[in-house]
Nanobody, 124 residues
């Protein structure tokens, strides 16, 4: 099994920044893709960003392009999400996810391993 633990959430004013971290442990060998998702109240969990392989391939959802940056430290089995220029609509619980395979889809059902989530609240 793979365990994922997120940290770094909190309350920030619009325009501010936060950095989320996700530490992976357990049977992490072969984990190929790691990603971030978010879920706001009453909404479906949505893709935010993902990083594949050693970190050379990254993908972002359109609403966060140019504001969020995903990175990966393979030596520490940790993935980060730097969030800048935050907006109230970024408010959600942010989840870290991982999988050994990349199916070509970032739908949340394609990821096998999940963290417990961390709350991000952006005030206007």
């Amino acid at each position: 099994q793979v365990q994922l633990v997120e940290s770094g959430g909190g309350l920030v004013q619009a325009g501010g920044s936060l950095r989320l971290s996700c530490a992976a442990s357990g049977r992490t060998f072969g984990i190929y893709v790691m990603g971030w998702f978010r879920q706001a109240p009453g909404k479906e969990r949505e893709f935010v960003a993902a990083i594949r392989g050693s970190g050379s391939s990254t993908d972002y959802a359109n609403p966060v392009k140019g504001r969020f940056t995903i990175s990966r430290d393979n030596a520490k089995n940790t993935v980060y999400l730097q969030m800048n220029s935050l907006k109230p609509e970024d408010t959600a619980v942010y989840y870290c996810a991982a999988d050994r395979d990349y199916t070509g889809s970032y739908h949340y059902r394609t990821f096998a391993y999940w963290g417990q989530g961390t709350q991000v609240t952006v005030s206007s």
